[in-house]
């Protein structure tokens, strides 16, 4: 039951997520027929989470993890409905959206925080990687449905249709959360001001190394996939010249990569190994390349469907490896801190992205991409040679794996 509610939340919540973002995107490039505004809206969104992540963290490992995802989780439906009530009435504007969009990406980082807290309070380590790979294709098959129908929606009925579909989703997450069985754990330390429990946090950082890896690692996917989404109804519209359906078809390749990838995980993992970044990276590269290089509506819908299995397999797999390595008073803390370093680097990048292409060409957007994932994908063949992180995979895998895989290098 308790797996049930949790995959059936993450399920809704993605539907409603992707399917808003949908519509939001594409009224916005239709309202201002500028890229600049794209970019903004992505990274204005998640900017005030690079100020409250920290907080949010000392948050979810001080109070009910369970009643933290509901918490957030209402504030997004009251978000949305403002949004739809202004699109009732007939007074959307450029501002509206962006603003709507802060609060909304603001506490979905609240949501993310506590949820990823609670689960790795509840699972045992060795359960760890299954269920975040299991949730991750629950997202990406929310995902699916949400940005295929979005497109659809767009094109057959009105926007603020849309949206009444999407606070309806919303509201089928609250009912699955509140149905979720959740006794919390006595936590291991003791709650002091909330500035001494920031600075524990980056104590613990520097006292675990590892941690520094994997935060680099992850940040690279979520730079990815946010500016990739936010880029594509400019992508859609100005290189391929197409329509709302077509755009919602090209979103829906990078939920089936995501899928594919969920379901793939920890097979991905038993194969690859202390390799698992670099060839993630890999496989993200080449993607973002046929973005960068053709125009054809066919192959763009293969390479985002690449990007999407490569970014979720580093971030689900490396999410997993990060909470596994983390001690259990500072899930929320650690979690926290990923997602405010994730989300400075899409602050940062989208509006840059967007002045790109707005400059140069959407295509170029998804060319300055390669950098960083290149330079991390060389940085991970390092990674993948330390002790402590070969340790932790280690803890995740099955032992007649682990030890076959030493076997076979010695």
């Known amino acids: 039951m308790k797996d049930k509610s949790i995959l059936t939340a993450a399920f809704f919540?993605?539907?409603?997520?992707?399917?808003?973002?949908?519509?939001?995107?594409?009224?916005?490039?239709?309202?201002?027929?500028?890229a600049t505004y794209t970019g903004l809206m992505v990274g204005f969104g998640f900017l005030p989470g690079v100020f409250m992540n920290l907080v949010f963290g000392v948050w979810a490992d001080r109070a009910n993890r369970k009643t933290l995802t509901i918490l957030a989780?209402?504030?997004?439906?009251?978000?949305?409905?403002a949004l739809w009530g202004a699109m009732l009435l007939d007074v959307i504007k450029?501002?509206?959206?962006?603003?709507?969009?802060?609060?909304?990406?603001?506490?979905?980082?609240?949501?993310?925080?506590?949820?990823?807290?609670?689960?790795?309070?509840?699972?045992?380590?060795?359960?760890?990687?299954?269920?975040?790979?299991?949730?991750?294709?629950?997202?990406?098959?929310?995902?699916?449905v949400g940005t295929s129908f979005?497109?659809?929606?767009?094109?057959?009925?009105?926007?603020?249709?849309?949206?009444?579909?999407?606070?309806?989703?919303?509201?089928?997450?609250?009912?699955c959360l509140g149905m979720v069985s959740y006794e919390p754990k006595e936590r291991a330390y003791q709650p002091a001001s909330v500035f001494r429990d920031l600075t524990d946090g980056f104590r613990y950082?520097?006292?675990?190394?590892?941690?520094?890896?994997l935060l680099g690692l992850m940040f690279v996917g979520q730079?990815?996939?946010?500016?990739?989404?936010?880029?594509?109804?400019?992508?859609?519209?100005?290189?391929?010249?197409?329509?709302?359906?077509?755009?919602?078809?090209?979103?829906?390749?990078?939920?089936?990569?995501?899928?594919?990838?969920?379901?793939?995980?920890?097979?991905?993992?038993?194969?690859?190994?202390?390799?698992?970044?670099?060839?993630?990276?890999?496989?993200?590269?080449?993607?973002?390349?046929?973005?960068?290089?053709?125009?054809e509506p066919v192959i763009a819908f293969g390479c985002i469907f690449v990007i999407g299995l490569g970014t979720t397999w580093l971030r689900v797999l490396m999410q997993s490896v990060q909470q596994v390595a983390t001690e259990p008073a500072f899930y929320g803390r650690m979690a926290a801190t990923r997602q405010t370093i994730n989300q400075t680097s899409v602050a940062i990048g989208a509006p840059v992205l967007g002045v790109i292409a707005d400059g140069y060409g959407v295509q170029y957007s998804y060319a300055a991409l390669l950098a960083p994932v290149l330079l991390l994908g060389l940085m991970s063949l390092r990674i993948a040679k330390r002790g402590d992180f070969s340790s932790v995979i280690s803890s995740v895998l099955p032992k007649d794996s682990d030890q076959g895989y030493h076997k076979s290098m010695s």
């Open 13 to 34: 919540s993605s539907f409603g997520s992707t399917m808003y973002f949908i519509v939001v995107a594409w009224i916005l490039y239709e309202l201002t027929s500028d």
């Open 73 to 81: 989780t209402g504030i997004i439906l009251m978000s949305i409905t």
């Open 94 to 144: 450029p501002w509206m959206l962006i603003a709507v969009h802060m609060s909304v990406q603001t506490f979905a980082s609240l949501f993310r925080t506590a949820q990823q807290a609670f689960i790795t309070e509840v699972y045992e380590k060795k359960e760890i990687p299954r269920i975040f790979s299991h949730q991750g294709s629950a997202v990406s098959v929310g995902g699916l």
């Open 150 to 175: 979005g497109g659809f929606a767009l094109h057959w009925f009105s926007a603020g249709g849309a949206v009444g579909i999407v606070l309806g989703s919303f509201c089928i997450t609250l009912l």
């Open 205 to 213: 950082i520097h006292r675990v190394p590892l941690m520094y890896s």
């Open 223 to 295: 730079l990815v996939v946010h500016t990739t989404a936010g880029m594509l109804s400019v992508y859609t519209s100005a290189r391929l010249q197409g329509d709302a359906a077509l755009y919602g078809i090209l979103e829906s390749a990078a939920s089936l990569g995501a899928i594919v990838a969920g379901v793939t995980a920890t097979f991905y993992l038993y194969k690859v190994k202390y390799h698992v970044p670099f060839f993630a990276l890999l496989v993200t590269a080449l993607g973002l390349l046929g973005m960068a290089v053709f125009k």
